[in-house]
C-alpha cells in the first residue's frame, strides 16, 4: 500500500520561508508524477506545482510561479515544496500526490492515485 507523509507545515509571517517534504513509502514502482495540492477553508482543493518524477517536466500554478520551487530526491522517496515570499493567502492544508498513469501529470485530480492525510501552512499578516 502506497503512504505518502507530510511534514514542515507551520506558522509563519509574510514574507518567510518553509519547506514542506512529502516522503513515499510502500510502492513496488515510481510514481510517474508527484505533485503538492492546497485546500483552505471554503474553497476547493488547487494544485500548486506537480512534477514528473523522471525529470524534464514541472508545472505551476500561476499564485506561485517565482515564490514556490517543487522538487525530488528520487534516492531518498521525498518530494519537497520550498515556499518563500509566503503569503496570507498561501494559507491552507497543503497535501502529497502520487500518480501512476503514465503520460498523465497536472492539475487534474485524475491523474493521482494517492494522497496524504495533509500539513497545515499558516502564514500571519
Known amino acids: 500500500q502506497v503512504q505518502l507523509a507530510e511534514s514542515g507545515g507551520g506558522s509563519v509571517q509574510a514574507g518567510g520561508s518553509l519547506r514542506l517534504s512529502c516522503a513515499a513509502s510502500?510502492?513496488?514502482?515510481?510514481?510517474?508524477?508527484m505533485g503538492w495540492f492546497r485546500q483552505a477553508p471554503g474553497k476547493e482543493r488547487e494544485g500548486v506545482a506537480v512534477?514528473?518524477?523522471?525529470?524534464?517536466?514541472?508545472y505551476y500554478a500561476d499564485s506561485v510561479k517565482g515564490r514556490f520551487t517543487i522538487s525530488r530526491d528520487n534516492a531518498k522517496n521525498t518530494l519537497y515544496l520550498q515556499m518563500n515570499s509566503l503569503k496570507p493567502e498561501d494559507t491552507a492544508m497543503y497535501y502529497c500526490?502520487?500518480?501512476?498513469?503514465?503520460?498523465?501529470?497536472?492539475?487534474?485530480?485524475?491523474?493521482?492515485?494517492?494522497w496524504g492525510q495533509g500539513t497545515q501552512v499558516t502564514v500571519s499578516s
Open positions: 512534477l514528473t518524477t523522471g525529470g524534464g517536466f514541472s
Open positions: 500526490a502520487a500518480g501512476f498513469r503514465i503520460g498523465y501529470c497536472s492539475f487534474a485530480k485524475t491523474a493521482f492515485n494517492y
Open positions: 510502500g510502492y513496488t514502482y515510481t510514481p510517474y508524477c
